[in-house]
């Protein structure tokens, strides 16, 4: 059930007698047809509730308690969801002040409680530059025009970022308005001028339109443009707002102003561009992004490759990063971010990409003089994500022999087919056709049609001349089980190089990531692994974005600069205040420069392992070091 539908309902609770929907209509402003769709979904999520009658439509209140029990859900109950629902009433409403009683009464809490909640709501306006005002028992935000949509386009985000972001998604938030019909209206037009936008950049552009829409509907106008940023307008990008807002203004029979219309141009200067990647010609790259860009672009490619030790020479790779590059410039240029619905997923569970990729940004930071939010590290984590899964599928192959005596030409159509089934993952290096050549073998694993003695004691695995989906359920098993084991030996080989129990405490209580860093590293200095400027370059890596993801938190340095590979772990059964994260588990890492690769795999492994609820309950409860290193292995 969406809010607007509970806004008559509530609306209905104060009424005693009959009301009908044209009264409802002019009250709740929508129109009779949307009046009886909320009435529709009301009594299909509880037909008991409403009573109708020639007379109209009356609220049963003894049926109400019930309702609220099983659909409580729709009443704000965190004080998170609370602080979202005041700010967006407040924002949206046609009033300067909304009683601080008749709130209370509408979230069913004290008004005690919305007290407290309003040091929250003041904090959180103050980001965008609002402030909350009370006046006796009233209360109101104030603040630009621009600043007020900016906020409500970041709360409206954070409710869609539970979901995939998509038309369905924001025509759930926005149920007053046809969201496809917007968006057919923007794509339409991007069509027609041959501009080029993806998913993401296209549904941060809806939710602004729409809310731009709802604004100008209820009368709340730019009175004003900021400084332009030294960002020149461009005519063609600047006549395709003007038509895709000439369009909207026949829709939703409202006006824009010049102030509008500037504010849509440079979301689309910072969004689009007008050549799709794969008809771009490398040579004419330089042409389109600049020559700045592109030494830029550059200079961020030849750190990722010294960071993963990879070449991302890939011209497809060099393009969408160019482009990207580009775009994100003039977006820090004009001030306009572009919120990505795949941030949290992104810093939770692929945290290695992601930190390389606040790495590219804070080179990108010292270029620009300007913060790059978390969402747009996310993105440029996108495009190095793509080219990393790349790169690594080409060199993780099992390698494997075919034992398979000679019989016409099976033991080639075995191989034909072993290759069609697992060319991703297996590299067949051998075919032999009696046991005693295994002995000259040098392979992971061993696939044989015949029984053998294995001498070597290789895993294997025994199979039909003619492949069957037995034997490639049991080949794919085997991969797997190797791909485990051999991943374990090699953590395991770095746990003992240069993880210590002297670098190991459990139970050791701090107030927050600063004072944890503060004694980590001063523990680590007295056992001679960094330096004294450590502490501050894992500061400033913890500044750039939090290195805490699900209950533990890996924090680093960014330039690689111990005297010597070490890892301090503490583990503690009551979690500490990470940021506005809880974890219990820190994993300090101080990495050489000559172990860049350590970092890496290690960082990815506990990632990995730590992306699983129960295998950190396994971790917190280790009373030992011993304990710890087995069972942090046996979680691979």
Same mark, same amino acid.
Request: include cysteine; charge should be negative; hydrophobic fraction near 35%.
């Given at each position: 059930?969406?809010?607007?539908?509970?806004?008559? #309902?509530?609306?209905?609770?104060?009424?005693?007698?009959?009301?009908? @929907?044209?009264? $409802?209509?002019?009250?709740?402003?929508?129109?009779?047809?949307?009046?009886?769709?909320?009435?529709?979904?009301?009594?299909?999520?509880?037909?008991?509730?409403?009573? @109708?009658?020639?007379?109209?439509?009356?609220? !049963?209140? @003894?049926?109400?308690?019930?309702?609220?029990?099983?659909?409580?859900?729709?009443?704000?109950?965190?004080?998170?969801?609370?602080?979202?629902?005041?700010?967006?009433?407040?924002?949206?409403?046609?009033?300067?002040?909304? *009683?601080?009683?008749? /709130?209370?009464?509408?979230?069913?809490?004290?008004?005690?409680?919305?007290?407290?909640?309003?040091?929250?709501?003041?904090?959180?306006?103050?980001?965008?530059?609002?402030?909350?005002?009370?006046?006796?028992?009233?209360?109101?935000? %104030?603040?630009?025009?621009? !600043?007020?949509?900016?906020?409500?386009?970041?709360?409206?985000?954070?409710? &869609?970022?539970?979901?995939?972001?998509?038309?369905?998604?924001?025509?759930?938030?926005?149920?007053?308005?046809?969201?496809?019909?917007?968006?057919?209206?923007? @794509?339409?037009?991007?069509?027609?001028?041959? $501009?080029?936008?993806?998913?993401?950049? $296209?549904?941060? #552009?809806?939710?602004?339109?729409?809310?731009?829409?709802?604004?100008?509907?209820?009368?709340?106008?730019? %009175?004003?443009?900021?400084?332009?940023?030294?960002?020149?307008?461009?005519?063609?990008?600047?006549?395709?707002?003007? %038509?895709?807002?000439?369009?909207?203004?026949?829709?939703?029979?409202?006006?824009?102003?010049?102030?509008?219309?500037?504010?849509?141009?440079?979301?689309?200067?910072?969004?689009?561009?007008?050549?799709?990647?794969?008809?771009?010609?490398?040579?004419?790259?330089?042409?389109?992004?600049?020559?700045?860009?592109?030494?830029?672009?550059?200079?961020?490619?030849?750190?990722?490759?010294?960071?993963?030790?990879?070449?991302?020479?890939?011209?497809?790779?060099?393009?969408?990063?160019? &482009?990207?590059?580009?775009?994100?410039?003039?977006?820090?240029?004009?001030?306009?971010?572009?919120?990505?619905?795949?941030?949290?997923?992104?810093?939770?569970?692929?945290?290695?990409?992601?930190?390389?990729?606040?790495?590219?940004?804070?080179?990108?930071?010292?270029?620009?003089?300007?913060?790059?939010?978390?969402?747009?590290?996310?993105?440029?984590?996108?495009?190095?994500?793509?080219?990393?899964?790349?790169?690594?599928?080409?060199? +993780?192959?099992?390698?494997?022999?075919? /034992?398979?005596?000679?019989?016409?030409?099976?033991?080639?159509?075995?191989?034909?087919?072993?290759?069609?089934?697992?060319?991703?993952?297996?590299?067949?290096? !051998?075919?032999?056709? +009696?046991?005693?050549?295994?002995?000259?073998?040098?392979?992971?694993?061993?696939?044989?049609?015949?029984?053998?003695?294995?001498?070597?004691?290789?895993?294997?695995?025994?199979? *039909?001349?003619?492949?069957?989906?037995?034997?490639?359920?049991?080949?794919?098993?085997?991969?797997?089980?190797?791909?485990? *084991?051999?991943?374990?030996?090699?953590?395991?080989?770095?746990?003992?190089?240069?993880?210590?129990?002297? #670098?190991?405490?459990?139970?050791?209580?701090?107030?927050?990531?600063?004072?944890?860093?503060?004694?980590?590293?001063?523990?680590?200095?007295?056992?001679?692994?960094? *330096?004294?400027?450590?502490?501050?370059?894992?500061?400033?890596?913890?500044?750039?974005?939090?290195?805490?993801?699900?209950?533990?938190?890996?924090?680093?340095?960014?330039?690689?600069?111990?005297?010597?590979?070490?890892?301090?772990?503490?583990?503690?059964?009551?979690?500490?205040?990470?940021?506005?994260?809880?974890?219990?588990?820190?994993?300090?890492?101080?990495?050489?420069?000559?172990?860049?690769?350590?970092?890496?795999?290690?960082?990815?492994?506990?990632?990995?392992?730590?992306?699983?609820?129960?295998?950190?309950?396994?971790?917190?409860?280790?009373?030992?070091?011993? %304990?710890?290193?087995?069972? #942090?292995?046996?979680?691979?």
């Amino acid at each position: 059930m969406n809010e607007k539908s509970l806004k008559l #309902l509530k609306h209905l609770e104060k009424q005693d007698n009959w009301i009908t @929907s044209s009264q $409802l209509s002019a009250k709740l402003d929508v129109s009779v047809r949307t009046i009886k769709s909320y009435i529709l979904e009301i009594k299909q999520a509880d037909p008991k509730l409403i009573i @109708s009658s020639k007379d109209g439509y009356k609220l !049963n209140r @003894s049926q109400l308690p019930v309702f609220l029990k099983n659909y409580d859900s729709l009443i704000p109950q965190t004080p998170q969801e609370r602080i979202d629902y005041v700010i967006i009433k407040l924002i949206k409403s046609r009033d300067k002040y909304i *009683n601080i009683y008749d /709130l209370s009464r509408e979230m069913y809490i004290s008004e005690a409680t919305l007290k407290i909640d309003l040091h929250k709501i003041r904090a959180k306006c103050s980001k965008f530059d609002l402030t909350v005002n009370i006046n006796g028992d009233n209360i109101s935000i %104030e603040g630009f025009e621009k !600043n007020k949509r900016k906020m409500m386009s970041s709360i409206i985000y954070g409710k &869609l970022d539970k979901t995939p972001m998509s038309i369905p998604t924001l025509q759930s938030a926005f149920a007053d308005y046809d969201v496809e019909n917007i968006e057919g209206i923007i @794509s339409n037009t991007f069509k027609k001028y041959h $501009l080029f936008i993806n998913d993401y950049s $296209l549904y941060n #552009l809806i939710l602004h339109i729409t809310i731009t829409i709802d604004r100008i509907k209820n009368n709340y106008l730019y %009175e004003y443009i900021e400084q332009k940023n030294n960002l020149q307008l461009k005519n063609h990008e600047y006549e395709i707002a003007r %038509e895709i807002l000439g369009e909207l203004e026949k829709s939703y029979n409202i006006k824009y102003n010049e102030h509008e219309i500037y504010e849509l141009t440079l979301q689309i200067i910072s969004s689009a561009t007008n050549l799709e990647y794969k008809n771009i010609n490398k040579l004419d790259l330089e042409k389109l992004v600049g020559r700045d860009c592109m030494e830029l672009v550059g200079e961020l490619i030849e750190d990722i490759n010294d960071y993963y030790y990879i070449e991302f020479n890939d011209p497809e790779f060099l393009i969408r990063f160019s &482009l990207h590059i580009k775009n994100l410039l003039t977006r820090i240029k004009s001030n306009y971010f572009t919120r990505n619905p795949l941030t949290d997923t992104i810093k939770s569970e692929c945290p290695l990409i992601y930190d390389c990729a606040v790495n590219i940004s804070y080179k990108i930071k010292k270029y620009t003089s300007c913060e790059i939010n978390d969402d747009e590290i996310a993105y440029i984590a996108l495009h190095i994500g793509g080219a990393l899964v790349n790169h690594k599928n080409l060199h +993780t192959k099992i390698t494997c022999a075919i /034992l398979f005596p000679h019989y016409y030409d099976l033991d080639i159509k075995l191989t034909e087919d072993l290759h069609s089934a697992f060319g991703d993952s297996l590299l067949i290096r !051998n075919i032999i056709t +009696t046991e005693k050549q295994l002995e000259d073998v040098q392979v992971d694993f061993i696939i044989s049609t015949i029984q053998f003695s294995n001498p070597g004691g290789l895993p294997f695995a025994i199979i *039909n001349p003619f492949l069957t989906e037995r034997d490639k359920k049991l080949i794919s098993n085997k991969i797997e089980e190797i791909k485990k *084991n051999k991943q374990k030996l090699k953590f395991l080989s770095y746990m003992h190089s240069f993880f210590n129990e002297m #670098l190991f405490i459990r139970n050791r209580h701090f107030e927050d990531e600063g004072e944890a860093i503060e004694f980590m590293c001063s523990e680590m200095k007295k056992q001679g692994y960094i *330096n004294s400027d450590f502490k501050q370059e894992v500061l400033e890596r913890e500044a750039m974005s939090s290195t805490a993801f699900n209950g533990i938190a890996i924090p680093h340095s960014m330039k690689m600069s111990a005297q010597k590979t070490g890892m301090f772990v503490i583990v503690n059964e009551e979690s500490i205040s990470w940021g506005k994260k809880q974890v219990n588990i820190i994993f300090l890492l101080a990495i050489n420069r000559n172990e860049k690769n350590v970092f890496h795999y290690i960082f990815d492994s506990l990632a990995t392992i730590l992306s699983e609820e129960l295998n950190l309950k396994k971790l917190i409860s280790c009373n030992s070091y011993e %304990e710890f290193i087995i069972t #942090l292995v046996n979680c691979i």
